[in-house]
């Protein structure tokens, strides 16, 4: 055996602070899962425990701020990270700590927001949404808000495409970060077609449509979030890596596997679906 086989091997290291989701679909699990296929090393810090699978959630409990700042501490006092990602920040008191984190150590960031579910129901507290705008929002490299959370965000009713242009312009405008409005489950639309602003510029992010049932896209936003963050990590233009983010996911749903009697579940693919994804800049007609 040559000892020396990975004498020189070094690849980025990137932290997701999020929740840990006891069935495996979607939260710390999601992410680190998804760092290790794209080939980073992901470090975690847990912000709350969850007893859910992918049908339901049974029961939820808070991670002490004291603890979650000693996970971040001893993380950053081994690794070098540059990039974040963050997920379910369940009081306002743990939003303050991230954003302080942030700010502190000039991280890039891709904050998945997680306040409202796709189907309408909120996550967290009017407080918490409240801090997530006022204070995390701002520090921000990227974010991936769902139709319901760019509501919240943009302060806008969305219920069409031009909606969704009008919004990320919106957040963007408001709070200086990129977007990435899913629009996954819009039923305007004919393809899974994201919209992005960057800098202030309009592009579609598209992929086919897939016919799916709801619990078969848990974990979607958590994955597409921690995919971005690893294609920063790794050197990636934006481009590169919400492009490789968006076929990462699509890939996950086609390949996705039986896990139980009623359900199945998205999993990382075994090939490569960019040939599949689309990013143009918006034209308007």
């Given at each position: 055996m040559n000892d020396n086989k990975s004498k020189d091997k070094s690849i980025p290291a990137v932290l997701t602070i999020a929740g840990s989701d006891s069935g495996g679909g979607a939260g710390i699990q999601a992410d680190l899962?998804?760092?290790s296929h794209l080939n980073v090393y992901g470090c975690s810090a847990i912000t709350a425990i969850t007893a859910q699978n992918p049908l339901e959630v049974r029961l939820v409990s808070i991670l002490s701020d004291e603890l979650i700042k000693s996970q971040l501490d001893?993380?950053?006092s081994a690794f070098k990270i540059n990039v974040i990602?963050?997920?379910m920040l369940p009081n306002e008191n743990i939003?303050?700590?991230?954003?302080?984190y942030i700010q502190e150590r000039k991280l890039l960031a891709v904050i998945d927001p997680v306040m409202v579910s796709t189907s309408g129901v909120r996550l967290i507290d009017t407080k918490s949404i409240d801090k997530i705008k006022q204070e995390l929002l701002h520090f921000a490299?990227?974010?991936t808000p769902n139709i319901p959370e760019a509501e919240l965000i943009s302060e806008t009713k969305i219920s069409s495409f031009d909606d969704t242009l009008k919004a990320a312009i919106k957040i963007f405008e408001?709070?200086?970060c990129n977007v990435i409005l899913k629009c996954g489950h819009a039923t305007w639309l004919d393809k899974a077609i994201d919209i992005v602003c960057y800098k202030g510029k309009l592009y579609l992010l598209t992929s086919p449509l897939l016919n799916i049932i709801s619990n078969e896209a848990h974990g979607t936003g958590c994955t597409l979030s921690s995919a971005i963050a690893a294609g920063l990590a790794k050197g990636k233009t934006w481009e590169e890596a919400i492009i490789e983010a968006k076929a990462f996911v699509y890939g996950s749903l086609i390949e996705k596997v039986f896990l139980g009697k009623n359900f199945a579940q998205m999993y990382p693919p075994t090939s490569n679906y960019i040939d599949a994804?689309?990013?143009e800049e918006y034209i308007p007609a």
């Open positions: 899962r998804t760092f001893t993380v950053f990602k963050t997920g939003v303050g700590i991230v954003a302080n490299t990227w974010i408001k709070y200086k994804i689309s990013l």
